[in-house]
């Protein structure tokens, strides 16, 4: 194993992020068909989980031009369970996996050398905390980024975000995120007949992802407090953002993609009613978010992870001439303009990769890190909101100060972080 320790700390770039939010527009999905002149393109995984893993072996399938150059991940084991499960695939996208032994990386410094190891593009796939840190390092670096959602857990995040996106713009660098909903035929269809006004201006929108549990690890005797949350980083805030930032983002950005602007102000309640037990970290297990938006459009956002409660993961936003109902494959529009999602839909998680490569081969590189940042945000504020108790404006939480980074980066105790009490806890 590397050094465990980083000498980089978030905080000496997130300083000079620039706060200002700049809006975006959708961009068109890409079909396949871009082949490189010569040579195939390097590709550095950071972060060799299920994500990370699958975020691979989408882009083998999604171009013959690329090749699996580098794995970097705190852990040996996840490096070797990456590296494997990439060899195991279909012969031709196995045979484009090219990771020799000194370019498998470990530690809290694999990032910096999967970037250093020769590569063109970087998959940013670790727990959500690191991806600022990860994007920035890539981007300085002259690299083309796929990045996972969400792209960050606190405010501070956010803006280092941003100012990587814009340093990515100057250097004409790509940025696709894991929103894989933006490359989906169903939505992609629903969304263009709503610009073309099927259901008149938006006045109300609800979003869900109402669910079960998910996975969890216990710590073992062996385990210190940093290693323990590192393999369990969904039920630690620092981590993954609690999972109204770490999953239910997608909702959140199809519902900011359809009115078309990002909130001006939250009110929120959550808390912790099923999930107590320590190997749940100290994250909520359910939250309710109201969301105003622009022109006095509210939206209602709901979010929950326990077990045997009615399940729901979809996107409602009515208008002044109908309603639209959206989910993965699914889409329809009820009202003067009726319509319903009837053709075959593509593999979202394949066509985001599609869209990344024929940018980059075409020369016109897409750059989505702005707004997946802004969606982040938008969770964020809710959890500050349910966290606090109190009303949130979308300037308070861009400008926020909250900086969730460990004080240091090191395999060894942390101190145990207290559940959030609305009410009681202070708003940063």
């Given at each position: 194993?590397?050094?465990?320790?980083?000498?980089?700390?978030?905080?000496?770039f997130v300083a000079?992020?620039?706060?200002?939010?700049?809006?975006?527009?959708?961009?068109?999905?890409?079909?396949?068909?871009?082949?490189?002149?010569?040579?195939?393109?390097?590709?550095?995984?950071?972060?060799?989980?299920?994500?990370?893993?699958?975020?691979?072996?989408?882009?083998?399938?999604?171009?013959?031009?690329?090749?699996?150059?580098?794995?970097?991940?705190?852990?040996p084991d996840r490096?070797?369970?990456?590296?494997?499960?990439?060899?195991?695939?279909?012969?031709?996208?196995?045979?484009?996996?090219?990771?020799?032994?000194?370019?498998?990386?470990?530690?809290?410094?694999?990032?910096?050398?999967?970037?250093?190891?020769?590569?063109?593009?970087?998959?940013?796939?670790?727990?959500?905390?690191?991806?600022?840190?990860?994007?920035?390092?890539?981007?300085?670096?002259?690299?083309?980024?796929?990045?996972?959602?969400?792209?960050?857990?606190?405010?501070?995040?956010?803006?280092?975000?941003?100012?990587?996106?814009?340093?990515?713009?100057?250097?004409?660098?790509?940025?696709?995120?894991?929103?894989?909903?933006?490359?989906?035929?169903?939505?992609?269809?629903?969304?263009?007949?709503?610009k073309d006004g099927?259901?008149?201006?938006?006045?109300?929108?609800?979003?869900?992802?109402?669910?079960?549990?998910?996975?969890?690890?216990?710590?073992?005797?062996?385990?210190?407090?940093?290693?323990?949350?590192?393999?369990?980083?969904?039920?630690?805030?620092?981590?993954?953002?609690?999972?109204?930032?770490?999953?239910?983002?997608?909702?959140?950005?199809?519902?900011?993609?359809?009115?078309?602007?990002?909130?001006?102000?939250?009110?929120?309640?959550?808390?912790?009613?099923?999930?107590?037990?320590?190997?749940?970290?100290?994250?909520?297990?359910?939250?309710?978010?109201?969301?105003?938006?622009?022109?006095?459009?509210?939206?209602?956002?709901?979010?929950?992870?326990?077990?045997?409660?009615?399940?729901?993961?979809?996107?409602?936003?009515?208008?002044?001439?109908?309603?639209?109902?959206?989910?993965?494959?699914?889409?329809?529009?009820?009202?003067?303009?009726?319509?319903?999602?009837?053709?075959?839909?593509?593999?979202?998680?394949?066509?985001?990769?599609?869209?990344?490569?024929?940018?980059?081969?075409?020369?016109?590189?897409?750059?989505?890190?702005?707004?997946?940042?802004?969606?982040?945000?938008?969770?964020?504020?809710?959890?500050?909101?349910?966290?606090?108790?109190?009303?949130?404006?979308?300037?308070?939480?861009?400008?926020?100060?909250?900086?969730?980074?460990?004080?240091?980066?090191?395999?060894?105790?942390?101190?145990?972080?207290?559940?959030?009490?609305?009410?009681?806890?202070?708003?940063?």
């Amino acid at each position: 194993m590397t050094n465990p320790r980083s000498p980089l700390s978030r905080r000496d770039f997130v300083a000079s992020a620039s706060t200002a939010v700049a809006a975006t527009t959708l961009l068109p999905s890409l079909s396949f068909g871009v082949q490189r002149p010569s040579g195939r393109l390097k590709v550095g995984v950071i972060g060799c989980g299920g994500r990370g893993t699958g975020a691979a072996a989408d882009i083998l399938a999604a171009s013959p031009d690329v090749e699996i150059w580098a794995l970097g991940d705190m852990f040996p084991d996840r490096v070797k369970g990456s590296l494997d499960g990439l060899k195991g695939l279909e012969t031709d996208l196995a045979s484009r996996v090219n990771v020799a032994p000194e370019r498998q990386f470990t530690g809290f410094d694999a990032y910096k050398q999967v970037i250093a190891s020769g590569v063109d593009i970087v998959i940013c796939a670790t727990a959500p905390h690191f991806r600022p840190m990860h994007l920035a390092a890539a981007i300085e670096a002259g690299k083309h980024a796929f990045i996972e959602k969400p792209v960050a857990v606190d405010p501070a995040g956010v803006r280092a975000v941003i100012a990587a996106s814009k340093l990515a713009q100057q250097k004409n660098l790509s940025i696709v995120c894991g929103t894989q909903r933006r490359h989906e035929k169903s939505y992609l269809e629903a969304l263009a007949r709503i610009k073309d006004g099927a259901i008149g201006d938006p006045v109300a929108a609800r979003c869900y992802w109402n669910q079960g549990g998910l996975w969890v690890k216990t710590q073992s005797q062996d385990m210190t407090d940093m290693e323990w949350q590192l393999r369990n980083w969904l039920y630690f805030t620092w981590l993954s953002g609690d999972h109204i930032v770490e999953q239910h983002v997608h909702n959140l950005d199809v519902m900011n993609w359809i009115i078309g602007a990002n909130p001006v102000r939250c009110w929120a309640m959550g808390g912790r009613e099923v999930r107590k037990a320590p190997e749940y970290g100290h994250i909520f297990d359910h939250f309710a978010v109201e969301y105003e938006y622009p022109n006095g459009v509210v939206g209602n956002s709901f979010c929950r992870q326990i077990e045997g409660c009615v399940n729901r993961v979809e996107e409602v936003v009515h208008g002044t001439k109908g309603t639209i109902t959206t989910s993965p494959g699914r889409a329809n529009i009820t009202g003067p303009n009726a319509w319903k999602f009837a053709g075959q839909n593509n593999n979202p998680y394949r066509q985001e990769h599609v869209d990344f490569m024929a940018g980059i081969m075409s020369n016109k590189p897409l750059n989505q890190g702005i707004r997946i940042a802004e969606s982040t945000l938008t969770a964020i504020m809710g959890r500050m909101a349910a966290y606090t108790g109190k009303a949130i404006t979308w300037d308070q939480a861009m400008n926020s100060k909250l900086d969730l980074s460990p004080s240091s980066y090191t395999l060894g105790s942390i101190p145990a972080v207290e559940v959030a009490v609305p009410g009681k806890t202070p708003l940063i």
